[in-house]
């Protein structure tokens, strides 16, 4: 039914205009932790579950230590987390060999971060950084080429 009110309209939408993608980034990129060496206490079940959790970010050999005083020393590739620390578990890749290992978290007694990040500085600004200072340097024939890894 129609009062002769003429009806409401929305409004009309913004127009549209070109955005800048750096403007669009609203959180800004993660600060990575130098992990190398750091040996984490293991107290209390979050302190477990957030080592391990840093562990699986790195980018580097890992040492286990488990309740039995075995040690695994490898990359660890793989973490499922369960409700207890009996059912969550790491996969470790064994340094030196392609065998790889199911650990249980409540079968971990200590953790140790033994092996260099290999992506430590390797941002990409530190690579831009590093390609801006050979540019003003004169460098001719520059290019930006990923480092080997080891």
Do not use: C
Not at 16 to 24: A, F, I, S, V, Y
Not at 32 to 49: D, F, H, K, Q
Not at 51 to 73: C, M, P, Q, V, W
Request: net charge negative; no cysteine.
């Amino acid at each position: 039914m129609s009062d002769g009110a003429p009806a409401e309209r929305s409004p009309s939408p913004a127009p549209k205009r070109d955005l800048n993608p750096d403007e669009l980034e609203l959180a800004p990129g993660r600060e990575r932790e130098n992990l190398e060496g750091w040996i984490p206490t293991l107290a209390s079940e979050e302190e477990i579950r957030l080592a391990l959790e840093k562990a699986f970010d790195y980018r580097g050999d890992i040492t286990i230590t488990l309740k039995n005083g075995s040690r695994i020393e490898g990359y660890l590739f793989d973490r499922r987390t369960a409700a207890t620390l009996n059912a969550s578990s790491v996969r470790v890749m064994s340094k030196g060999s392609s065998q790889k290992t199911s650990i249980s978290y409540a079968d971990i007694a200590a953790l140790a971060f033994t092996g260099r990040d290999t992506a430590a500085g390797k941002s990409w600004e530190a690579w831009m950084k590093k390609y801006q200072q050979k540019k003003a340097a004169g460098e001719t024939g520059i290019a930006l080429h990923p480092e080997p890894i080891e």
